[in-house]
């Protein structure tokens, strides 16, 4: 990840205007919310007087004041406050903002020809233009109407666009009290600014590296193991030392004198045999002895085969369940999917491992590492022995 991140600075990649307006957009809602706590945390305190007479409004006389019921009143009385001054703090800013909302400039039939710089709203000396919010704007107008067939897309638009107004202000004054230097804003940013530049570079590299069809194709031959997943049968098996025991036990099978599951309790050689009673599972074409995965994948379930020679023992096997091979033909949607994905994770592999090699030098501090991990295992170990400690 760090290596991307490199590899996106010395490209230039945070100069890229999509990661700038997300940049944009994440300081300006962290900003806004900053503003917001401060404010609320100045304005919103309760007062012991406020709280009782709170309480003699809505508490019948004669009620027993506990302290949960207190605390109950408090947080409802809290609430309330909170939402009076959301309410303040939204008509002080937009009082002084001088707003302008260009409702024409959002009609819905208008995207099509509407282009980026069209203005849409103007609050002081700022501009929203259509280029700016389009995206999450038309996105809000489609939801609405998603949730409620009578909604009114354009009247949807609208109301993002205040919240997008109000969002702006309240971050502007945050900027305007300094809030844009505080160490816990700043580390979020950082750690945001850089997460979202690794994202946006591996998603560009990753569209440089799309497989042609005849390299997809190349690729899909050359790791069809790696991408099909093989023909499984569910295996039942019977194990003896001789083939003449070996027909006899089958021969009963076939007449039904005795079941599978008694002749490998009962005549099997296999040390596990009374266990499971000979079932070994699901089993891969091609993971058996070659005699045995000959006979195991021409049987279909509930049929019995052999008795087969292998490894010095016979079998008789029978076969419970089938499940067919999976993702063995290109021109499937979902296994073109699976090719395609693989051969992109290869091709971004190889480009970070050549930026390992060849573009940026990498240390690994093993010694420090191994430090580290004694000191958490002394600590667990001195945690372990006083838990065993009286009291």
């Known amino acids: 990840a760090n290596l991307i991140y490199l590899d996106a600075l010395?490209?230039?990649?945070?100069?890229?205007?999509?990661?700038?307006?997300?940049?944009?957009r994440f300081s300006t809602a962290m900003l806004a919310d900053a503003y917001v706590r401060s404010y609320m945390e100045q304005n919103t305190s309760i007062s012991e007087a406020e709280l009782q007479t709170y309480i003699d409004e809505v508490v019948k006389p004669g009620t027993e004041i506990t302290d949960e019921l207190r605390t109950v009143l408090k947080s409802s009385l809290q609430k309330q406050k909170i939402e009076q001054q959301r309410a303040v703090l939204r008509e002080q800013l937009r009082r002084a903002a001088d707003i302008k909302v260009l409702a024409t400039n959002?009609?819905?039939?208008?995207?099509?020809?509407?282009?980026?710089?069209?203005?849409?709203?103007?609050?002081?000396?700022q501009t929203i233009t259509w280029g700016e919010v389009s995206e999450r704007m038309?996105?809000?107008?489609?939801?609405?109407?998603?949730?409620?067939?009578?909604?009114?897309?354009?009247?949807?638009r609208l109301q993002y666009l205040q919240n997008e107004i109000d969002t702006r202000l309240l971050a502007q004054k945050a900027r305007d009290e300094g809030l844009e230097q505080d160490a816990a804003y700043r580390a979020r940013y950082d750690e945001y600014a850089k997460t979202r530049l690794i994202n946006l570079h591996r998603a560009n590299l990753s569209r440089e590296m799309e497989p042609s069809d005849d390299e997809l194709e190349a690729y899909f031959e050359a790791n069809r193991d790696n991408i099909t997943e093989p023909e499984y049968r569910k295996v039942q098996?019977?194990?003896?030392?001789?083939q003449e025991e070996a027909n006899s036990v089958k021969q009963r099978v076939d007449a039904g004198e005795i079941t599978m599951f008694q002749a490998a309790s009962s005549h099997s050689v296999a040390p596990d045999a009374k266990q499971n009673?000979?079932?070994?599972?699901?089993?891969?074409?091609?993971?058996?002895?070659?005699?045995?995965?000959?006979?195991?994948?021409?049987?279909?379930?509930?049929?019995?085969?052999?008795?087969?020679?292998?490894?010095?023992?016979?079998?008789?096997?029978?076969v419970q369940d089938v499940r067919d091979a999976q993702n063995a033909d290109l021109e499937e949607a979902e296994t073109r999917r699976l090719a395609r994905r693989s051969f992109i994770r290869d091709k971004f592999n190889d480009y970070v491992v050549n930026l390992r090699k060849n573009d940026f030098e990498v240390e690994v501090y093993e010694d420090v590492i191994l430090r580290l991990a004694q000191q958490e295992a002394d600590m667990i170990k001195q945690m372990t022995e006083q838990s065993q400690e009286p009291g």
């Not at 010395?10 to 944009?24: I, L, S």
């Open 237 to 242: 098996m019977v194990m003896l030392n001789t």
């Open 138 to 156: 038309i996105a809000a107008g489609k939801g609405a109407v998603a949730r409620d067939p009578t909604a009114m897309e354009s009247d949807a």
């Open 106 to 125: 959002i009609y819905p039939e208008g995207d099509d020809e509407r282009e980026d710089e069209v203005a849409v709203a103007n609050y002081g000396k």
């Open 10 to 24: 010395r490209k230039g990649v945070d100069k890229d205007p999509e990661y700038q307006r997300a940049m944009q």
């Open 277 to 318: 009673l000979g079932e070994i599972g699901w089993v891969a074409r091609g993971k058996l002895k070659p005699e045995l995965n000959d006979v195991v994948f021409k049987l279909g379930p509930a049929e019995i085969g052999g008795p087969v020679e292998a490894g010095g023992l016979w079998h008789i096997v029978t």
